[in-house]
């Protein structure tokens, strides 16, 4: 085995967060998970006592964070894996959606996970290692209409993630932005946040995507115990990518894109050059 490690994963209720802390443990690594009530704590807990340790926190809680991190070190020990997991899909067209929506979105999936590496990197940056990992998704590099928001907070994330790599790799921390495909998990279903739906114009275009996507709900290709064995090995790397897809629908998907923005930049490379001197 690997040797063990203490992770702190952010949202270990369902989905990737559960199965990530799931498989982790069976290796034998020590898992912190946040989780929204005391209730799950306890749940979260007996999966494997002494090892599983549960911690209420909404990551939008900003002015809590470093003291719930400052507690877990002071009670667990050093973190060395972060792993930022809890974020959740917002669905609407963007004209229809209220700015309150894409604040709330980008709370919790861009500023929620960058208060958790704020917390984190002081102990990490004095001990000279530790590993962060964000989960962003293929809707971090590609875009779906009807998920603007939600796509503009895994592009930030994954934005930020590739940046702050570069800035803390010479204190021997490595961060990997983990960017899966579709998962079944509780994304589609019970977490989602569907803005109604106002404006006719729109309808042809979005009502089969919605509809789409509900109905696809639990049946999506991709296994989240799959994808938390891919983390682990990722975790266990000496040199751990700064971008990992998860998913051949990802994998397509992002090659398909980025051959396009070449052909783009290919056919405007003329005016793109004409701006120099
Ligand atoms: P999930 O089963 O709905 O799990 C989401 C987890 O995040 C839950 O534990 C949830 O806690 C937690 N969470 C949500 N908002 C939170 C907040 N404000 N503070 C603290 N915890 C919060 O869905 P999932 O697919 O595993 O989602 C995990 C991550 O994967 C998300 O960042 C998502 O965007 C990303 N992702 C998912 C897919 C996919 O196809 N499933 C694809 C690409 C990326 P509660 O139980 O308390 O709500």
Known sequence: MASSKTLLITGVSSGFGRALAQEALAVGHKVVGTVRSA???REFESLSPGAAWGCVLDVTDFDSIDGVVADIEASVGPIDVL?????????????????AEMRRQFDVNVFGAVAMMKAVLPSMRERRRGHILN???????????????YCGSKFALEGISEALGKEVKPF????????????????????MMRTPRSIAD????????????????????GDPSKAARAMLAA?????????????????????????????????????TVSTDG
């Open 135 to 149: 989960i962003t998704s293929m809707g971090g590099y590609i875009t779906m209409p009807g998920i603007a928001y």
């Open 172 to 191: 021997g921390i490595a961060v990997t932005a983990v960017a899966p495909g579709s998962f079944r998990t509780d994304w589609a279903g019970r977490s």
């Open 83 to 99: 792993v930022n997991n809890a974020g959740y899909g917002h669905e609407g067209i963007m004209e229809e959606s209220p700015l």
């Open 202 to 221: 729109y309808d042809d275009m979005f009502n089969p995507v919605r509809e789409a996507r509900e109905e696809k709900s639990g049946r999506q290709l």
């Open 235 to 271: 975790i266990a790397a000496d040199h751990p990518p700064a971008h990992l897809l998860l998913g051949s629908d990802a994998l397509g998907l992002v090659r398909d894109k980025l051959s396009a923005l070449n052909a783009e930049f290919d056919a405007w490379e003329a005016i």
């Open 39 to 41: 209730d799950a704590k």
